[in-house]
């Protein structure tokens, strides 16, 4: 049906610019030598402010729905779990950046961001960067599947753009932004039935033509109700229930400079100094138990850049971090304290040998008390007429976090040690090509992959060990972007995914979005599919994780939204919009969900 509505709209007709439609093309994620996206070989996917305005999202899942490579899995609504699998891999090798900074939770029990990905709240101001792959060698630890950047970029003149939205579910969200060339900063406010959220953000541009100098901050603070987990007895399967005893609290909080020296018009130095403080607490109300993680991760971070030529460009860095650990229960008088350092030193080359792009990095790890890491990438490119080739082989590594060394169970009826202090890094490659296709209204892409992760850190027999078990998918990603000259962009992609010990991955996944844009009138349907996967849940028979089975299908959505004058703009957006009842992880997700909202900027 949305292949024949699209077909309908080919007619030739004059429409508004396409150039305000493509995504921008610059990407600062992958390279800190190389920014544009066509002379990297590495898979890199931007989903910019246009397409954000047109969708509405309001979390990070909503966003990036329409990425290949990327399965997204949320346990019931905004209160549940947010897990991001790429090319197969696990949610936690998945990192999440703000505005080129890594947030890393050492108060995570894997140290990965995990325990963030929920509460991440959007505006339609803001942009994505993804970048597939193994990645340490340019972001360092947990980096072995994707790197997931939330960019608010700066305005180009003053304004304040405020926006409320209610609907299903009780929701009430409201949102300003007050940004220039020079500042942003965001207020958001969200609350449900079951969840509370408050995210405040900015930062700001100081300097001169010799210097520049952007202190930043990033802080969330939610309440979510959670809900029971999925379990079999006597061989029957039970579903989650909600349970209002039982909550979990998040206070996260990003902050820290980042510097720029122009020496000359060669040599930069660059300079970052960030402090991430994480204070999670669980409440069971079920059990009477209120545990507390809190965490603290400083990093400083610096490199120097060099532009040899037009040809050679060259980064050398150094990067030090050291983290801590706290875990108390009420009621239990001891607390477990740990603390562990690390730091790296990274290289980059740029090589730039006619129309062949090539970048070429690497980087020494050394985490004190366990084993040392080495990883390096090579990435290409190759433009051919109006196709291109790229290819990228990347290695990664994860270090031992401080919970899988150094943690415990603490109860009332004892502190029970699961930590391993002698654990060593896991290890994973990446590999993929890719061949693209772009003329002015077209662009088409065809990327295979093979994503593997060896010496898995797992908790078997009550302590954190060192697997034997290997992780490997590989598969294929693919897209088609059409532009047409009436007002109508399109958007589908296609994943396949096969492999070894994959939980929580479908064999098959479709995305497809259309945006038709007429005059004051704006209108976006998306519709996703994907096939049958398996969950783990525990078995209360055999006290052993069983596999389940769990059905696929379609999902529909849509948003419209009309400029009543340049200042003022509403919108309604549907999701769920077929009312389908299913499961995903084995938790109930809500049937058709409505919602209605204004924008006002000034």
Request: aromatic fraction near 12%; hydrophobic fraction near 35%.
């Given at each position: 049906?949305?292949?024949?509505?699209?077909?309908?709209?080919?007619?030739?007709?004059?429409?508004?610019?396409?150039?305000a439609?493509?995504?921008?093309?610059?990407?600062?994620?992958?390279?800190?030598?190389?920014?544009?996206?066509?002379?990297?070989?590495?898979?890199?996917?931007?989903?910019?402010?246009?397409?954000?305005?047109?969708?509405?999202?309001?979390f990070?899942?909503?966003?990036?729905?329409?990425?290949?490579?990327?399965?997204?899995k949320r346990?019931?609504?905004?209160?549940?779990?947010?897990?991001i699998?790429?090319?197969?891999?696990?949610?936690t090798?998945?990192?999440l950046?703000?505005?080129?900074?890594?947030?890393?939770?050492?108060?995570?029990?894997?140290?990965?961001?995990a325990?963030?990905?929920?509460?991440?709240?959007?505006?339609?101001?803001?942009?994505?960067?993804?970048?597939?792959?193994?990645?340490?060698?340019?972001?360092?630890?947990?980096?072995?599947?994707?790197?997931?950047?939330?960019?608010?970029?700066?305005?180009?003149?003053?304004e304040?753009?405020?926006?409320?939205?209610?609907?299903?579910?009780?929701?009430?969200?409201?949102?300003?932004?007050?940004?220039?060339?020079?500042?942003?900063?965001?207020?958001?406010?969200l609350?449900?039935?079951?969840?509370?959220?408050?995210?405040?953000?900015?930062?700001?541009?100081?300097?001169?033509?010799s210097?520049?100098?952007?202190?930043?901050?990033?802080?969330?603070?939610?309440?979510?109700?959670?809900?029971?987990?999925?379990?079999i007895?006597?061989?029957?399967?039970?579903?989650?229930?909600?349970?209002?005893?039982?909550?979990?609290?998040?206070?996260?909080?990003l902050?820290?400079?980042?510097?720029?020296?122009?020496?000359?018009d060669?040599?930069t130095?660059?300079?970052?100094?960030?402090?991430t403080?994480t204070?999670?607490?669980?409440?069971?109300?079920?059990?009477?138990s209120?545990?507390?993680?809190?965490?603290?991760?400083?990093t400083?971070?610096?490199?120097?850049?060099?532009?040899?030529?037009?040809?050679?460009?060259?980064?050398?860095?150094?990067?030090?971090?050291?983290?801590?650990?706290?875990?108390s229960?009420?009621?239990?008088?001891?607390?477990?304290?740990?603390?562990?350092?690390?730091?790296d030193?990274?290289?980059?080359?740029?090589?730039?040998?006619?129309?062949?792009?090539?970048?070429?990095?690497?980087?020494?790890?050394?985490?004190?008390?366990?084993?040392?890491?080495?990883?390096?990438?090579?990435?290409a490119?190759?433009?051919?007429?109006?196709?291109?080739?790229?290819?990228?082989?990347?290695?990664?590594?994860?270090?031992?976090?401080?919970?899988?060394r150094?943690?415990?169970?603490?109860?009332t009826?004892?502190?029970?040690?699961?930590?391993?202090?002698?654990l060593?890094?896991?290890?994973?490659?990446?590999?993929?090509?890719?061949?693209?296709?772009?003329?002015?209204?077209?662009?088409?892409?065809v990327?295979p992959?093979?994503?593997?992760?060896?010496?898995?850190?797992?908790?078997?027999?009550?302590?954190?060990?060192?697997?034997?078990?290997?992780?490997?998918?590989?598969?294929?990603?693919?897209y088609?972007?059409?532009?047409?000259?009436?007002?109508?962009?399109?958007?589908?992609?296609?994943?396949?995914?096969?492999?070894?010990?994959?939980?929580?991955?479908?064999?098959?996944?479709?995305?497809?979005?259309?945006?038709?844009?007429n005059?004051?009138?704006?209108?976006?349907?998306?519709?996703?599919?994907?096939?049958?996967?398996?969950?783990?849940?525990?078995?209360?028979?055999?006290?052993?994780?069983?596999?389940?089975?769990?059905?696929g299908?379609?999902?529909?959505?849509?948003?419209?939204?009309?400029?009543?004058?340049?200042?003022?703009?509403?919108y309604?957006?549907?999701?769920n919009?077929?009312?389908?009842?299913?499961?995903?992880?084995?938790?109930?997700?809500?049937?058709m969900?409505?919602?209605?909202?204004?924008?006002?900027?000034?």
């Open positions: 049906m949305l292949l024949s509505f699209v077909a309908i709209l080919l007619i030739t007709t004059s429409s508004k610019s396409q150039a439609q493509e995504l921008r093309q610059e990407i600062n994620l992958a390279s800190r030598l190389e920014k544009d996206a066509s002379k990297i070989g590495k898979t890199t996917e931007v989903v910019d402010s246009w397409v954000m305005d047109a969708q509405k999202p309001t990070l899942d909503e966003a990036i729905w329409n990425v290949e490579g990327l399965h997204l346990l019931s609504g905004a209160e549940g779990t947010l897990s699998f790429s090319r197969g891999m696990r949610s090798d998945s990192v950046v703000f505005d080129g900074v890594k947030f890393r939770d050492p108060s995570d029990t894997q140290g990965s961001s325990p963030m990905l929920q509460d991440i709240l959007i505006t339609p101001q803001d942009e994505i960067e993804i970048v597939k792959g193994s990645s340490s060698s340019v972001a360092g630890s947990t980096s072995q599947g994707a790197l997931i950047n939330l960019s608010r970029p700066y305005s180009q003149n003053f304040i753009v405020f926006s409320e939205e209610a609907g299903s579910m009780r929701k009430f969200q409201e949102a300003i932004t007050v940004a220039d060339k020079n500042y942003r900063l965001d207020a958001i406010r609350d449900t039935d079951r969840y509370q959220n408050t995210t405040f953000n900015g930062r700001f541009r100081l300097g001169n033509d210097v520049s100098v952007e202190p930043f901050f990033y802080h969330v603070d939610s309440v979510a109700v959670l809900h029971d987990p999925t379990f007895l006597g061989g029957i399967k039970f579903n989650d229930s909600t349970n209002y005893l039982d909550k979990r609290e998040n206070d996260l909080g902050y820290g400079v980042k510097s720029e020296l122009y020496l000359n060669t040599i130095l660059y300079n970052l100094v960030a402090l403080d204070d999670r607490r669980f409440t069971f109300g079920s059990f009477d209120d545990g507390s993680f809190q965490g603290q991760d400083l400083i971070d610096s490199y120097i850049k060099v532009n040899h030529s037009e040809i050679l460009s060259s980064v050398i860095g150094y990067k030090y971090e050291t983290e801590s650990l706290n875990i229960q009420v009621g239990v008088d001891e607390e477990r304290d740990a603390t562990q350092i690390s730091s030193l990274y290289g980059e080359e740029r090589i730039q040998l006619d129309n062949l792009s090539l970048l070429l990095q690497g980087r020494y790890n050394n985490q004190h008390g366990s084993k040392h890491a080495l990883t390096y990438d090579i990435s490119t190759y433009p051919i007429g109006r196709f291109s080739v790229a290819s990228h082989f990347g290695t990664g590594f994860r270090n031992p976090a401080l919970y899988e150094y943690g415990a169970f603490l109860t009826f004892g502190i029970f040690d699961i930590g391993n202090s002698e060593s890094p896991e290890k994973s490659y990446t590999w993929d090509v890719g061949v693209k296709y772009s003329d002015d209204l077209n662009t088409i892409g990327t992959f093979i994503s593997h992760i060896g010496n898995s850190i797992v908790l078997e027999s009550a302590i954190y060990t060192n697997s034997e078990k290997e992780r490997e998918a590989y598969g294929i990603e693919s088609y972007e059409r532009f047409f000259r009436c007002g109508v962009s399109y958007r589908v992609n296609y994943t396949y995914t096969q492999g070894e010990n994959l939980i929580d991955i479908p064999v098959h996944e479709l995305g497809n979005s259309i945006i038709y844009t005059g004051k009138f704006q209108g976006n349907v998306r519709v996703s599919y994907q096939s049958e996967k398996e969950y783990a849940t525990f078995n209360l028979d055999t006290f052993m994780a069983d596999k389940v089975a769990e059905e299908g379609f999902l529909l959505g849509a948003t419209a939204s009309y400029e009543v004058n340049k200042n003022v703009e509403v309604a957006k549907l999701v919009l077929l009312d389908r009842e299913y499961t995903d992880g084995g938790y109930q997700r809500h049937g969900e409505a919602y209605a909202g204004v924008k006002i900027t000034i």
